[in-house]
């Protein structure tokens, strides 16, 4: 479905700062507060190289639209190999079905930090930690539910 492989400014600043200047406080541990949402547009992102500016993210608005919250055990690391680390969903996960509204073109999957808050890759708001580009895009229209298949949204990091 989606492969997120690049992170964003806010999150790799963060790493960098938690291992290398040893601020746990830069990057407290989101646990339980990552939340999946759905974007219809991303500009000044790239899957494969990250960012090229200020990326900009126009998350969905269907009708009964929301992010979904996934818990920390909602999570399967893989075991470490020498290429690649990844972690996927371990369960579905189920948007509400729109309620109307119009028809959203979904294209990216990201993952954040915030369940309503604005989304902000920079560190401030609902911050985003990675962002992915669906293998196809999906359309959805009223009475529709996008779900993602368990194991079909991974997180990797190269």
Same mark, same amino acid.
């Given at each position: ?24 406080? =830069? ?8 939340? /999946? ?14 960012? =090229? ?16 919250? /996934? ?16 972690? @996927? ?10 309620? +109307?509204? +119009? ?14 808050? *604005?989304?902000?890759?920079?560190? *401030? ?11 196809? =895009? ?15 949204? @991974?997180?990797?990091?190269?």
């Amino acid at each position: 479905m989606a492969t997120a492989n690049a992170a964003t400014s806010f999150l790799e600043n963060r790493l960098l700062s938690y291992i290398f200047k040893n601020d746990a406080a =830069s990057f407290s541990s989101p646990g339980d507060n990552i939340f /999946v949402g759905l974007a219809t547009a991303v500009s000044n992102f790239n899957d494969s190289t990250g960012e =090229s500016g200020e990326p900009t993210i126009t998350e969905a608005d269907y009708t009964s639209y929301g992010r979904k919250q /996934v818990a920390a055990s909602g999570w399967t690391l893989t075991a470490d190999t020498a290429n690649q680390q990844t972690c @996927t969903n371990a369960a579905d996960i189920d948007f509400t079905a729109s309620g +109307g509204g +119009g028809t959203d073109v979904i294209t990216h999957v990201f993952i954040a930090t915030h369940e309503t808050a *604005s989304l902000d890759t920079l560190g *401030s708001g609902g911050n985003v930690l990675f962002i992915g580009a669906l293998d196809a =895009s999906k359309s959805i229209a009223t009475g529709d539910i996008f779900r993602i298949n368990a194991g079909n949204l @991974t997180i990797e990091l190269k």
